[in-house]
T-cell receptor, first 112, second 112 residues
Framework: TQLLEQSPQFLSIQEGENLTVYCNSS?????LQWYRQEPGEGPVLLVT?????EVKKLKRLTFQFGDARKDSSLHITAAQPGDTGLYLC????????????FGKGTLLTVNP | IAGITQAPTSQILAAGRRMTLRCTQD?????MYWYRQDLGLGLRLIHY???????GKGEVPDGYSVSRANTDDFPLTLASAVPSQTSVYFC???????????FGPGTRLTVL
């Protein structure tokens, strides 16, 4: 079973601060996806990273896939209250198993 | 607007009753999934379907059944509901297994 560990589980910060959340595994993934889920809604895809070492930017969000494709990070610069939500990473396995494995998420609260 | 719809939005159900959660997508995606989301446990895959006419078991399939008679619909049935099935249920779809998933708005189910 492939497991994805996300840290921290909870993060409460002030508006304007920077933060990084992590997604780690002992397994290699063919790709890794990041989702954000707001209260009462389903997760929404933010980005997919495919190549080891890949960095993708989405406005103030920077996503990085580890060189070995076992881990990923999400860095938010100058967080805003609108960034509040549950951030989930999900890995797609290689070989014949392409089902997604989801981490348990990081619950981010950005206080005004 | 293309996407996934789920019905009902919420439901309170007596233990022992039969219940079907509905899910419809209009994106012509091949793969569909059912997850349950519980505090502290994250998203857990119940059942999936890689294409119309086929289904498979996920991480927590016991007590649930699914069918995939066509591309668009993927209903989830609880044959005899139990209180431990109280959860928020999300349906999702993707072009194929392993690719980014699009989630529905969820069904909040309470079994008393």
């Amino acid at each position: 079973t492939q497991l994805l560990e996300q840290s921290p589980q909870f993060l409460s910060i002030q508006e304007g601060e920077n933060l990084t959340v992590y997604c780690n595994s002992s397994s290699v993934f063919s790709s890794l996806q990041w989702y954000r889920q707001e209260p009462g809604e389903g997760p929404v895809l933010l980005v997919t990273v495919v190549t080891g070492g890949e960095v993708k930017k989405l406005k103030r969000l920077t996503f990085q896939f580890g060189d070995a494709r076992k881990d990923s990070s999400l860095h938010i610069t100058a967080a805003q209250p609108g960034d509040t939500g549950l951030y989930l990473c999900a890995g797609a396995g290689g070989g014949s198993n392409y089902k997604l494995t989801f981490g348990k998420g990081t619950l981010l609260t950005v206080n005004p | 607007i293309a996407g996934i719809t789920q019905a009902p939005t919420s439901q309170i159900l007596a233990a022992g009753r039969r219940m079907t959660l509905r899910c419809t997508q209009d994106m012509r995606h091949n793969a569909m999934y059912w997850y349950r989301q519980d505090l502290g446990l994250g998203l857990r895959l119940i059942h999936y379907s890689n294409t119309a006419g086929t289904t498979g078991k996920g991480e927590v399939p016991d007590g649930y059944s699914v069918s995939r008679a066509n591309t668009d619909d993927f209903p989830l049935t609880l044959a005899s509901a139990v209180p431990s099935q109280t959860s928020v249920y999300f349906c999702a779809s993707s072009q194929r297994e392993g690719l980014p998933q699009f989630f529905g708005p969820g069904t909040r189910l309470t079994v008393l």
